[in-house]
C-alpha cells in the first residue's frame, strides 16, 4: 500500500508567476484535502475535493484552485504568486465515510516566492 | 479569539520526563479531537483521536479531552529521543471537511 505521494518536493519561483503542485493520494482513498503551513504555523484548510469536485473551501481566494482527476489523484494550483504565498504545502488523502481522523498527509511541497 | 489555541513556545525535556502538551478552542461544535506529530521534512502523522471528553491512552501517549473547559491535552510518558518532534492538536466536525489545527509545540527530548 502505497501512502501519499506529493510533487516537487521543492519549488522556487517568482512573485506574479503561476504555479501547479501534484499529489498522488493513499491507494483506497476516494478524497484530496489540500492544507498550507506558514513557518511556525499549523496548516490552514485551503479546499477538499471528492468525486472530482470542490467539497469545501477554505479561507483562500480564488486564485487558489484544485483538480480532482478519476484516479483521485489531484492538483492546486496558485495563480499571480505573492511572497505571502511561501509555505509549506501539504495534500492529505481519505476515504470519504471515515471521518476526518481517517486523513493520510503527504511530505509536502516547500513553495519559496521570491 | 482564534478557533484553536496551542502555546507554540519549544519545550525541551530529558529522556524518561512526561511531557504535557495542551489546547484550548473556541467553537462547541467541534467533535472530533486529535493529535499530529509532524518531523522535520515531513507531513503530519495521525498519533491519536477522541471522539468524546475523557481520557484515551495508547502505549506511551494519553489523550484527554475535556469538552465543558474546551480544552485537550497529550501526554507522553517515559519520553525517547524519538519523540522530538513538533505535535499539533487539530479538531474537527462532523460532516464538515476540514481540520482546524493548533500552531504546533516543538519537542526536544534530550538523552
Known amino acids: 500500500e502505497t501512502g501519499v505521494t506529493q510533487s516537487p518536493t521543492h519549488l522556487i519561483k517568482t512573485r506574479g508567476q503561476q504555479v501547479t503542485l501534484r499529489c498522488s493520494s493513499q491507494?483506497?482513498?476516494?478524497?484530496v484535502s489540500w492544507y498550507q503551513q506558514a513557518l511556525g504555523q499549523g496548516p490552514q484548510f485551503i479546499f477538499q475535493?471528492?468525486?472530482?469536485?470542490?467539497?469545501g473551501r477554505g479561507n483562500f481566494p480564488p486564485r487558489f484552485s484544485g483538480l480532482q482527476f478519476p484516479n483521485y489523484s489531484s492538483e492546486l494550483n496558485v495563480n499571480a504568486l505573492e511572497l505571502d504565498d511561501s509555505a509549506l504545502y501539504l495534500c492529505?488523502?481519505?476515504?470519504?465515510?471515515?471521518?476526518?481522523?481517517?486523513?493520510?498527509f503527504g511530505s509536502g511541497t516547500r513553495l519559496t516566492v521570491v | 479569539q482564534k478557533e484553536v489555541e496551542q502555546d507554540p513556545g519549544p519545550l525541551s525535556v530529558p529522556e524518561g520526563a512526561i511531557v504535557s502538551l495542551n489546547c484550548t478552542y473556541s467553537n462547541s461544535a467541534f467533535q472530533y479531537f486529535m493529535w499530529y506529530r509532524q518531523y522535520s521534512r515531513k507531513g503530519p502523522e495521525l498519533l491519536m483521536y477522541t471522539y468524546s471528553s475523557g481520557n484515551k491512552e495508547d502505549g506511551r501517549f494519553t489523550a484527554q479531552v475535556d469538552k465543558s473547559s474546551k480544552y485537550i491535552s497529550l501526554f507522553i510518558r517515559d519520553s525517547q529521543p524519538s519523540d522530538s518532534a513538533t505535535y499539533l492538536c487539530a479538531l474537527g466536525t462532523e460532516g464538515n471537511n476540514r481540520l482546524a489545527f493548533g500552531k504546533g509545540n516543538q519537542v526536544v527530548v534530550i538523552p
Open positions: 492529505a488523502s481519505s476515504f470519504k465515510g471515515t471521518g476526518n481522523y481517517g486523513y493520510t
Open positions: 491507494s483506497g482513498h476516494n478524497t
Open positions: 475535493y471528492y468525486r472530482e469536485e470542490e467539497n
